[in-house]
T-cell receptor, first 113, second 118 residues
Framework: AQSVTQLGSHVSVSEGALVLLRCNYS??????LFWYVQYPNQGLQLLLK??????LVKGINGFEAEFKKSETSFHLTKPSAHMSDAAEYFC???????????FGSGTRLLVRP | DAGVIQSPRHEVTEMGQEVTLRCKPI?????LFWYRQTMMRGLELLIY????????DSGMPEDRFSAKMPNASFSTLKIQPSEPRDSAVYFC????????????????FGEGSWLTVV
């Protein structure tokens, strides 16, 4: 069975600092991997996704993530945090044979002025 | 193109009442998903449809929950009778499967229906 682990339910960074949100997955086959962002009282918005090809994926709002098969990881990064990045971030995995998304428990990003 | 549209956005109801949540997927999408989000359990997939047919309802918590998709542009999630533990945000999402691995078949979410059962 597939699963997704997000390390750290809360991450706090200063404005302008590097953002690193960790995601590890377990899957017996190459997965499709996603990061979604949820702003307060809103739905989930796709940040970026890895399907095939280049392992470094760039998304919206300056975020990027790198698929590392050897580490079964798909960590999300942003070089410089902005106050508007404060939100909850979800990593998700989907196996090719199923169209279900399995979500991690989420990481709430706090950005300090 | 309009996104996934859900209604109502907010509902407060009394225990024992019937609740119906509605969803209009993105036009042309052939998969529809219902998720539930709570603090304790995070995001859970309740059920999903392909071409209006339920494919996997293993996440539906119990018989009080039912979902239908009478046509490609409308789905409902019904709770009868509702209980306080059903209080959650219910998300509808849709996706189009085009068969290309590179597309990833992204799932697009609605804004959610915030349900409170008192």
């Amino acid at each position: 069975a597939q699963s997704v682990t997000q390390l750290g339910s809360h991450v706090s960074v200063s404005e302008g600092a590097l953002v690193l949100l960790r995601c590890n997955y377990s899957s017996s086959v190459p997965p499709y991997l996603f990061w979604y962002v949820q702003y307060p009282n809103q739905g989930l918005q796709l940040l970026l996704k890895y399907t095939t090809g280049a392992t470094l994926v760039k998304g919206i709002n300056g975020f990027e993530a790198e698929f590392k098969k050897s580490e079964t990881s798909f960590h999300l990064t942003k070089p410089s945090a902005h106050m508007s990045d404060a939100a909850e971030y979800f990593c998700a995995v989907r196996k090719d044979s199923s169209y279900k998304l399995i979500f991690g428990s989420g990481t709430r990003l706090l950005v300090r002025p | 193109d309009a996104g996934v549209i859900q209604s109502p956005r907010h509902e407060v109801t009394e225990m024992g009442q019937e609740v119906t949540l509605r969803c209009k997927p993105i036009s042309g999408h052939d998969y529809l998903f219902w998720y539930r989000q709570t603090m304790m359990r995070g995001l859970e997939l309740l059920i999903y449809f392909n071409n209006n047919v339920p494919i996997d309802d293993s996440g539906m918590p119990e018989d009080r929950f039912s979902a239908k998709m009478p046509n490609a542009s409308f789905s409902t999630l019904k709770i009868q009778p509702s209980e306080p533990r059903d209080s959650a945000v219910y998300f509808c999402a849709s996706s189009f499967v085009d068969g290309r691995p590179s597309s990833g078949n992204t799932i697009y979410f609605g804004e959610g229906s915030w349900l409170t059962v008192v």
